[in-house]
Antibody
Framework: EVHLVESGGGSVRPGGSLRLSCAAS????????MSWLRQAPGKGLEWVAN????????DYVDSVRGRFTISRDNAKNSLYLQMNSLRAEDTAVYYC???????????WGQGTLVTVSS | DVVLTQSPLSLPVTLGQAASISCRSS???????????LSWFHQRPGQSPRRLIY???NRDSGVPDRFSGSGSATDFTLKINRVEAEDVGVYYC?????????FGQGTKLEIK
């Protein structure tokens, strides 16, 4: 059974940094693109970043490009999101998700809450 | 970015009745490979989203056949036959044809 477990969320002041982690199990992690998505409180869903199976390709939504960095460690079955220069508008539940290979995601983690506030 | 516009945003439905959600795209979602990367997700309160449909009309494993997707180019529909209590929540369409992948604003289904 596919399991994705995010961690690393918390409260941070504007301009601060956080690193999110996602532990994957139940599938061959190294053969799937992986993504981070987010959902602001009471709002809709937004794709944040994705990364190719071997880490050789990555892409970001414009609002986070240059501030966030997605990475992965296939030996540890883990996905990461380094978030720098955080802003109030980055406040959201961040989800790790598996790309199903058809330009969509099929499994989501339970999410981790990031709150950016002074 | 591709903008997806869902309607209605609120959908009160009587148990056992049918429901329909529209998703319109600001541009054609047909990719150069001939595929249309339009998915539907359902999010119950307090839970992570769950995918229901991918590539317009392909139902995910375990999704009841009461759910069906249809459409082409810029106009897509999710239909739910015989709505049940467990169907409450927010439904989102999502496009994977062009980066950044984007979602509709969501349609909240509630039982009358």
């Amino acid at each position: 059974e596919v399991h994705l477990v995010e961690s690393g969320g918390g409260s941070v002041r504007p301009g601060g940094s956080l690193r999110l982690s996602c532990a994957a199990s139940g599938f061959t992690f190294s053969t799937y693109w992986m993504s981070w998505l987010r959902q602001a409180p009471g709002k809709g869903l937004e794709w944040v970043a994705n990364m190719k199976e071997d880490g050789s390709e990555e892409d970001y939504v414009d609002s986070v490009r240059g501030r966030f960095t997605i990475s992965r460690d296939n030996a540890k079955n883990s996905l990461y999101l380094q978030m720098n220069s955080l802003r109030a508008e980055d406040t959201a539940v961040y989800y790790c998700a598996r790309d199903s290979g058809r330009r969509t995601v099929d499994y989501w983690g339970q999410g981790t809450l990031v709150t950016v506030s002074s | 970015d591709v903008v997806l516009t869902q309607s209605p945003l609120s959908l009160p439905v009587t148990l056992g009745q049918a429901a329909s959600i529209s998703c319109r795209s600001s541009r054609s979602l047909e990719k150069s490979d001939g595929n249309i990367y339009l998915s539907w997700f359902h999010q119950r309160p307090g839970q992570s989203p769950r995918r229901l449909i991918y590539e317009v009309s392909n139902r995910d494993s375990g999704v009841p056949d009461r759910f069906s997707g249809s459409g082409s180019a810029t106009d897509f529909t999710l239909k739910i036959n015989r709505v049940e209590a467990e169907d409450v929540g927010v439904y989102y369409c999502m496009q994977g044809t062009q980066w950044p992948y984007t979602f509709g604003q969501g349609t909240k289904l509630e039982i009358k």
